[in-house]
């Protein structure tokens, strides 16, 4: 007598194992402690290098600061670059690094620190992650920032929260322009984190059914005039490929603009290196659109 399987977790998921295998980051990668020392070592030669004003606050807790890297004239773009790591884990200055090739492009760089899960929910995060765009917003000047030119960037959970930016009511809530982001880079991000809840990441997110719905961007895209390029590796699952191209397809369901690049032989980790050099395809495409 055969047993019928149960339903599944998410989509044709069946176990978390399976849930674990699309979603470990570094599941499939060789020597992501190499790869973590690359960028501490780039980091280091970024806050050596440049011009660099750590911990800034943008918001009354501990936890709610920028690290700046200012252009070295006025009036210069601005990238704000939101960190990842699932949520739970790093701080700005972990990734010092993404602001050689920007910087070296004659731009601000802002790189924003949030509070980890499980100490706050995902709510928490992005509603401090949007704190962050609105303080840019108001203080970019003041760092030779042009707050007509704004650019938002994530890495992973970062690509999420820059997503959840995305479709913020910035007039509403903040009194700001509601087309204020110019354009937005996500790398590697994860649009609906619904499978989550059934990973081996729960026990430190903590996702509930309406937490899940209310921070996946994937259902909330709204008309925008920015422009957006979603980019992941082509060695990571086949999950990230998916989330990217279905939110592009919701993004320019709204009639927005959206490109898409896989990075050939990319993984979770060095699809970021990018930013590290102006002359990259990444760098390219933000100068391009700037």
Known sequence: MSVSPG??????????????????TSRDVPDVAALLQGYAQSGEH????????AKVPYGPTLDEYVDIFPASKPGAPVL???HGGYWRAFSAQDFSQVALGPHGL???????????????????ITRQ???SVAWTMRNAERYNGDTRRLIISGHSAGAHLTAMCLQTRWADDYGLDAQAIRAALMISGIYDIAPLRYSYLQPLIQLDEGIARRNSPMYGVQPSDARILLTWGGNESTEFARQSTEYAAQWQRM????ELCEQANGNHFTVLHGLEDPDSPL????SGVM
């Open 7 to 24: 339903p599944a977790l998410y989509r044709d998921f069946m176990s978390q194992a399976a849930i674990d295998a699309m979603y470990d």
């Open 255 to 258: 009639g927005n603009t959206a």
């Open 106 to 124: 004659g731009m601000t760089v802002v790189i924003v620190n949030y509070s980890l899960c499980p100490r706050v929910s995902i709510d928490e």
């Open 46 to 53: 970024a806050r050596r290098t440049l011009p660099y004003m």
């Open 283 to 286: 760098c390219q495409w933000i």
């Open 80 to 82: 704000l670059f939101i």
């Open 129 to 131: 992650v949007r704190a």
